[in-house]
Nanobody, 125 residues
């Protein structure tokens, strides 16, 4: 069993930055592909970013490409999402997820096995 706990959300003005963290329990974290997803009010959950087990491969949604950067520190069992140039449309609950069997980056939420509870990000205009 893997437990994921996100932190770092909050209220920020448009154009500002936030860094989200997701810390995992368990000794096999370094084997998992990881992803960040978000869900805005009244909308479906959507893929934001994903990383391979060593962070060597990454992928981003077009809406965040060039503004968000995902990374991981396997020694700390933690993945990060650095969000720059935030826009009001980035407002959502952001969740991290772990994929046990994925090879490569996964953008489909059904490829992920474990999920955190989410952290809320609100971007004011």
């Amino acid at each position: 069993q893997v437990q994921l706990v996100e932190s770092g959300g909050g209220l920020v003005q448009a154009g500002g930055s936030l860094r989200l963290s997701c810390t995992a329990s368990g000794r096999t974290f370094s084997r998992y592909a990881m992803g960040w997803f978000r869900q805005a009010p009244g909308k479906e959950r959507e893929f934001v970013a994903g990383l391979t087990w060593n962070g060597g491969g990454t992928a981003y949604a077009d809406s965040v490409k060039g503004r968000f950067t995902a990374s991981r520190d396997n020694a700390k069992n933690t993945v990060y999402l650095l969000m720059n140039s935030l826009k009001p449309e980035d407002t959502a609950v952001y969740s991290c997820a772990a994929s046990v069997n994925a090879v490569g980056v996964r953008s489909d939420e059904y490829d992920y096995d474990y999920w955190g509870q989410g952290t809320r990000v609100t971007v004011s205009s």
